[in-house]
Structure formats: C-alpha cells, structure tokens
C-alpha cells in the first residue's frame, strides 16, 4: 500500500543553523508532494509545494528537493529562527486521486530551534 | 487572508453521543476535507467532498460517520455514536479547483469521548 514517511522523528539544531528535513515515500505515482508545518494546537499550515516533474524548488528560507529516482523528499530550512521550531509534515496526493486531492501525510518531524 | 474557520474549538461528549463539527470552508472553494489527528501521530484522511457528494472516504469513515454542506456555506462532519477511539483534533480543509491543489486547513476542533 502507499505511505509516507519520515527518517528521523526530531531534529534539534542552533539558531541561524540551515535545517534539512527528510521524507521518504512509497507510491511512485504521487504527483504533488506539499510540506506543512504544524505549530502546537494550530492545523498545518502550508510551507511549499512540488510538482512530480520538478526536482527543486525555492521558497523565502525553504527549499524542497524530489528524488524520484529513490523516492525521497526534503525540506531544507535556511538560517533557522526560533520560530520555525514546530512539528513539519511531507504529504503526498496520489495521481489517482489528483482530481479530489486526498492527502496521505508523513509521521512528522519535530523541528526544535535553540537559541 | 480568507481563511477556513472550525467551531467548536473543543468539544467533550460522552460516549455514543452525536457530535457534530462544524468549518466554514474559504469561500468559492470548491473541494472540502476532512481529516483527523490522534494526539503524537500523523495526519489520517477520513473523506472529500465535491459537488454536493462525497468523492472519496477512509477506511476510517465509516457507517457512523457523515457529511454534509447544508447551506453552501457551512461543511459539517457528525459522528452519530462517539467511541472512545474517535477522540482526536479534526481538521476541516479547503481547496480552491481542480488545478490548485493546496488546502488550506482550519484550527482543528479537539474532540474528546469520555
């Protein structure tokens, strides 16, 4: 069955540090891959997105990365504020379902910024 | 910024009573969701609802659960017989067309089933 999912669980790194977060997914039919960032109590909210006919592609601070090839998608966090520090979400929308937009989302990463 | 509105934020019931989550999707969006999250685990689909149906639903959204946008405005998830299990954030999430596809996710209503 399809799923997506995360290397590492939780990430602490300094503030002003550059901060990559890893995905790994299994259906290699996914079409749109999104990134979302959930602060405590709040819903996630959304950062960048990717197409499956893009390897890269830039934010303000964020940069998304697919591999295809290996199936792998990452978030990569320029200068890390104490603000980014949230739990951050891969989700994948599968091209069956590109038409509706059902979302299967990662197991989260929980990003934490020192100062 | 339009934004997708949830009430209410928290809700306690008992177990198998009727709730009913209410979100006020982005207005001229065309696509709703709803999804649930168990307190420290990920973000589950539960159903998408397009023109007036439902277009695709979880193994998670079964008999007991329900779908409806009763006034154009509203989009509303019941669940007619609360288990201890439903208890969970549900997120409602908007979508603009078919060629857009970010959702725009609300606040999330906290359910408890006691």
């Known amino acids: 069955g399809e799923s997506v999912g995360l290397h590492l669980p939780t990430l602490s790194v300094q503030e002003g540090d550059n901060s990559i977060i890893n995905c790994a997914y299994s259906n290699s039919a996914s079409d749109y891959f999104i990134w979302y960032k959930q602060e405590s109590g709040k819903g996630p909210q959304f950062i960048i997105d990717i197409r499956s006919n893009m390897d890269k592609r830039q934010g303000q601070r964020v940069t998304v990365l697919l591999n295809k090839t290996v199936k792998h998608l990452s978030l990569q966090i320029a200068a890390t504020q104490p603000g980014d520090s949230a739990v951050y979400f891969c989700a994948e929308m599968g091209a069956g379902g590109t038409s509706y937009g059902k979302l299967t989302f990662g197991q989260g990463t929980i990003l934490t910024v020192h100062p | ?103 725009y996710f609300g606040p999330g209503t906290r359910l408890t089933v006691t």
Not at chain 2, 7 to 30: A, K, W, Y
Not at chain 2, 46 to 52: D, T
Not at chain 2, 64 to 80: A, C, H, M, W, Y
């Open chain 2, 1 to 103: 910024e339009p934004e997708v509105t949830q009430t209410p934020s928290h809700q306690v019931t008992q177990m198998g009573q009727e709730v009913i989550l209410r979100c006020v999707p982005i207005s001229n969006h065309l696509y709703f969701y709803w999804y649930r999250q168990i307190l420290g685990q990920k973000v589950e689909f539960l159903v998408s609802f397009y023109n007036n149906e439902i277009s695709e639903k979880s193994e998670i959204f079964d008999d007991q659960f329900s779908v409806e946008r009763p006034d154009g405005s509203n989009f509303t998830l019941k669940i007619r017989s609360t288990k201890l299990e439903d208890s969970a954030m549900y997120f409602c999430a908007s979508r603009g067309t078919s060629q857009s596809y970010e959702q």
